[in-house]
């Protein structure tokens, strides 16, 4: 089983930066593929960003392409979501998911992610 503890979330205004953090509690480096998801009230969940267990593949939404980073520390059992150019319409909970690894690509579609955070805010005011 792996537990996954989301932070770095918070308010912040138009055009500015937040960094989230995604621990694990187990090793995840060799075992999983990981994503990050987000969900705006009234809204349906949508994909935001994945990386591969190496960390030598991501995946990006075009929504935010260009404007966040996915990366992460297998070493730390920890993955990032650097978030910079912040807009109003990224105000959502965003969580991070993880992959057992079955072969394939790494999926965009949350179905396919075991194991899931709690979730933290973050608030982009205009």
């Known amino acids: 089983q792996v537990q996954l503890v989301e932070s770095g979330g918070g308010l912040v205004q138009a055009g500015g930066s937040l960094r989230l953090s995604c621990a694990a509690s187990?090793?995840?480096?060799?075992?999983?593929?990981m994503a990050w998801f987000r969900q705006a009230p009234g809204k349906e969940r949508e994909f935001v960003a994945a990386?591969?267990?190496?960390?030598?593949?991501?995946y990006y939404a075009d929504s935010v392409k260009g404007r966040f980073t996915i990366s992460r520390n297998n070493a730390k059992n920890t993955m990032y979501l650097q978030m910079n150019s912040l807009k109003p319409e990224d105000t959502a909970v965003y969580s991070c998911a993880a992959k057992r690894l079955r072969g394939g690509v790494v999926p965009a579609a949350a179905f396919e992610y075991d194991y899931w955070g709690q979730g933290t805010q973050v608030t982009v005011s205009s």
């Open positions: 187990v090793r995840t480096g060799s075992s999983c593929d």
């Open positions: 990386i591969s267990w190496t960390g030598g593949s991501t």
